[in-house]
Each structure stands twice: as C-alpha cells, then as structure tokens.
C-alpha cells in the first residue's frame, strides 16, 4: 500500500498535525474510488460548495483504481480549502468495504461520513447528518431512500431497482434484530461516529459496508434521514454480477457468524449430501456392486459433496488456517467416524438404557451430528496454536 500526499495542509502535514484533537463535530468524509477519474473534480467541487466552513471537514479517498483517478484527485484538490489525503491500495483487499475500513483508520475526526466517489450521494447532505447524530446523541445516522421524503430516483433501470428491493429484503430478513431502525441497510451513504467503531470486528468483503457494521459492530442508538439517490454524473456503474456473488457470500459470512446459526447451516448442507450419496449407490448397485461396498463408496461422495459447500459457505474465511490437503484429510475422517461410532452408540443406547430401536437412532443422530460439528469447527477450521502460546501456557 503507498499513501500519497496532495495538498499542503493535509493529514501528513505538521501543522494538521500539530491539532491533537479534532473540534467536536468535525467531520472526515471517507470516499472509496476504482475508476472515478471522470466523477471525483466534481465530487470535491459539490463538497467544497455545500459544507460549511464552520464544519471542520477532511476528504479521505481510498483508490483501488487502474486509471488516473489518483492523479486526478491530486490536482482537483488544489482548488481545495479543507485538508485532502489519496491512500492508494496496491491490492484491493476487502473490496469497496475494506478501502471503507482503511479510510476510516485513517480518519481524523469525530464523525465519519461515508459516501460514493459518482456523486450519486449529494454532499450536500454531510452537514445534515452530522447534525443529527449530535441532536440524537446517535452513533449511526443512515441516509436513507425507504423513508418519507427518500428517493431511489437515480437507481438506472427496473432491474437495478429489482435487485436493490430483493437485496433489501433479504438483508432485512436474515437481520430483523441487528437491522431494526434501519430502513434501507444497502444505503453507502451515512455517518458514523468514530467511537463506536470497532474496526478488529469487521470483516468487509464487498460493497455493502453498512450492513457489515450494523451487523458486527452497530451503535445502540441509530437515526436515519432521508435523501435522493442521484443519477452518476459520469461512468458506469461498477454493480456486476460478481459483486452480487461477493455480496451473498458476505451475507452468508454474516448469517453463520452466530455459532447456532452456523450449526444449522452446517446441519442444512449435512441434508444435502444425501443427494449424491443416494444417486452414488443407485448408479453402484446397479452396476452390479454389492451394496455393502457401494454404501461405503457412496458416502464418500456425500462426504466430498458436503465438503465443498462448507468450505464455500460456512468456513471460507478460515481456510487459511491450514493447508487444502490437511482440512480434506481431517473433514474425511470426522464424516467417516460418524458412521462408526453411531452403531455401537446405538446399541449402548438400546442394550444399556432400554430405548426402543428408532428413538435410540434418532438421539444418536443428534449426538453424533453435533460432535461431528463441534470436531469440525475444532480439528478443522479453528487456526493452530503458535508454538509460542503453547509454551506459555
């Protein structure tokens, strides 16, 4: 990651530096950037207009781009009366979210405001936020389009607003608790004081950094005021389909962040794995294998099927913490011990508790599943402990 200077008087500077703590109020407008040569002299002219000089204010941008946006961004912000700061990002680690999260580590002042670098968000706005979240004793004030006098006016065609209503109802299903107040968790534009956010919780992956906070990390108290969504003043808009990937892998990230949740999930893929198990076993019996052999067989590709999906859906983040070869290995003989451990578990439950034969299969079901589980989380996916920690333990 390199950090760019732009202007005398900015975060690097003495003098700004020199002022230990910001006056209250003061606000650091965090703008995350991938291409918006074309957007942001405009962006700063519409900021420069609309907040106040009694509003101390810095603009932090955080590029991920491959134009000249940084460039472009270095000679706009001459024209500048209030501090501007580029941090360019080599890799773009966390998408739009993590350039968020940068920006906000970086970040000076009491309140933090949030917005796009397409000036579909008004500026003219910022002032108004903070604003309310002083009157409120808010830390989270959430511009929004869902509420009276809101409009998603600048949303470009029926299928992006389609997409928007359907990404917001789901959110809004998964999180009822963590999103209660908060009308349009999709938004990109709010404020946030710098106080109530607990940057080691988060764990951005995408664009959609506000559902990310309200879900790890939400202020108890959250206000919301209404705005326009504008039409982009130039370019196209960086909505594909893979981000709507990374956006429902976030979104499952979030879900199975609760260790019940996550049982559940890992308990709805566990469902799965009957499908290629069974068509296994048709296609071997039928072929003249006996099925005996061909059960065993067969669970392996059950065991392969449910593999996949947690490591996609449930435990992608911690993959790193062991080699792909090592968790294949471990997650393979915790499926398989689940089969030889339930028939004598069976047979204790029957012969020594007096359980009828189905009762006493379902409990150990239940047994079984919930150590494969835990042994899962445990041997497979949890990181080692350093050497260090062992030896000091």
Not at 122 to 133: I, N, R, Y
Not at 259 to 274: D, H, S, Y
Request: with cysteine; glycine share 8%.
């Amino acid at each position: 990651m390199s950090q760019e200077s732009t202007v005398p008087g900015e975060l690097g500077d003495p003098a700004v530096q020199a002022a230990e703590i910001p006056e209250p109020g003061a606000v650091t407008i965090v703008v995350p950037t991938f291409n918006e040569s074309a957007n942001v002299r405009q962006l700063l002219h519409q900021i420069t207009e609309s907040v106040p000089s009694r509003l101390p204010c810095e603009v932090v941008f955080v590029d991920d781009s491959t134009d000249d946006t940084p460039q472009v961004i270095k000679e706009a912000a001459q024209d500048c009366p209030f501090p501007v700061t580029v941090i360019h990002r080599d890799e773009p680690v966390g998408g739009l979210g993590g350039a968020v999260v940068e920006g906000m580590k970086a970040a000076g002042s009491d309140w933090i405001v949030v917005m796009d670098g397409d000036c579909q968000h008004p500026p003219s706005l910022v002032p108004e936020l903070v604003a309310t979240g002083e009157r409120a004793n808010a830390g989270l004030v959430v511009a929004s389009r869902y509420i009276k006098g809101g409009s998603r006016a600048g949303l470009a065609g029926s299928y992006r607003v389609a997409v928007s209503r359907a990404a917001t109802w789901l959110t809004k299903s998964l999180f009822p608790r963590r999103l209660h107040g908060i009308s349009d968790p999709m938004s990109g534009f709010f404020a946030i004081r710098r106080s109530d956010i607990t940057a080691q919780a988060l764990k951005p992956l995408g664009y959609k950094i506000l559902l990310e906070l309200a879900v790890r990390s939400r202020p108890r108290t959250v206000t919301e005021v209404p705005f326009v969504f504008q039409e982009r003043f130039a370019g196209e808009s960086k909505s594909t389909a893979a981000e709507g990937r990374r956006f429902l892998r976030h979104l499952a990230g979030l879900r199975t962040a609760d260790p019940l949740a996550r049982m559940v999930v890992f308990g709805l893929i566990g469902l799965t794995g009957f499908v290629p198990n069974l068509a296994a076993l048709w296609a071997m019996t039928r072929m003249g294998l006996h099925y005996l052999p061909a059960e065993i067989v067969a669970n392996q590709f059950g065991v392969a099927w449910n593999f996949l999906l947690i490591e996609k859906l449930l435990f992608r983040d911690r993959r790193r913490h062991r080699h792909w070869a090592d968790r294949t290995v471990r997650f393979a003989l915790l499926a398989n011990a689940d089969l030889v451990l339930r028939i004598p578990l069976i047979a204790l439950l029957v012969g020594q508790f007096g359980l009828a034969v189905l009762p006493a299969t379902a409990l150990a079901l239940v047994i079984t599943f919930v150590l494969r589980f835990v042994g899962t989380e445990a041997l497979v996916y949890l990181p080692r402990r350093s050497r260090t920690a062992r030896s000091t333990a």
